[in-house]
């Protein structure tokens, strides 16, 4: 009876032994899951703190590889749409540009200008007067739009009986740009040494070519004046052409 009542015994200090084991294995274990848990979290949340620093710090020039191409990432793309907001307003203000030069005329051509001498009351020449006088010369526009003049006109006098032209020199007059409108005129004038009867070396011009600023081809007008000086080789002659504006 004693034998059994010690084995019986034993066995139950043996189970409750291999039971406290059980135990304190499954508190162990518990412990080293709830460390490595709270362990992988928080490197989980410094990892994704780190990345979004990263892209916060990137996010000007940011590039990732997708399928073996680099793809632009939000930066890039801020940066073009940056710089398709700074090219679109500055073709807005090219083209506000192009519309105020537009609208301020650019240069008068041959081709849309009527040039005629001024004839009526004070414009005509003083005959009488002593030394030079003057004769105007006016240019209208005759086109469609507005246009800019200014500067020395070429003029070139065609003798009466064809056999030479004078190309008169230029004054030291400063001058600026005109405007034209449609329609609007402006003049130059042109001084002028009169020939008197009895003066020897007379020039007798039966045209004037008129070349405006900056164009090759002139506009042929009939000259309504006497006889000048001829001082068509001479260095200072008295007739000699004043600039637009």
């Known amino acids: 009876m004693r034998s059994n009542t010690v084995r019986t015994a034993r066995r139950r200090t043996l189970r409750v032994a291999a039971a406290a084991l059980t135990m304190a294995a499954g508190l162990t274990l518990t412990a080293c899951s709830g460390a490595d848990a709270g362990g992988a979290k928080a490197a989980g949340q410094a990892d994704a703190a780190a990345a ?131 329609g609007d005129t402006t003049d130059f004038t042109i001084n002028l040494g009169l020939a008197h009867e009895g003066d020897d070396g007379t020039w007798m011009p039966a045209y004037a070519e008129i070349t405006p600023p900056n164009e090759t081809t002139s506009l042929k007008v009939e000259w309504p004046w006497g006889p000048l000086i001829d001082q068509s080789a001479a260095t200072h002659p008295v007739t000699f052409v004043n600039p637009i504006g």
């Open 52 to 182: 979004a620093t990263d892209v916060d710090a990137g996010a000007g020039a940011s590039t990732t590889v997708q399928n073996g191409e680099p793809q632009a990432g939000s930066g890039a793309q801020g940066g073009a749409k940056g710089d398709a907001k700074t090219d679109a307003k500055a073709g807005a203000s090219g083209g506000q540009a192009a519309n105020s030069s537009a609208a301020q005329g650019e240069r008068c051509h041959t081709s849309g200008l009527k040039a005629a001498f001024a004839t009526g009351g004070d414009a005509a020449p003083d005959p009488d007067a002593e030394g030079a006088t003057t004769t105007s010369i006016a240019l209208t526009n005759t086109s469609g739009r507005t246009c800019k003049i200014g500067g020395f006109p070429g003029v070139d006098l065609t003798s009466e009986n064809g056999g030479g032209t004078w190309s008169l020199v230029r004054s030291s007059a400063k001058y600026s740009s005109i405007t034209l409108g449609p």
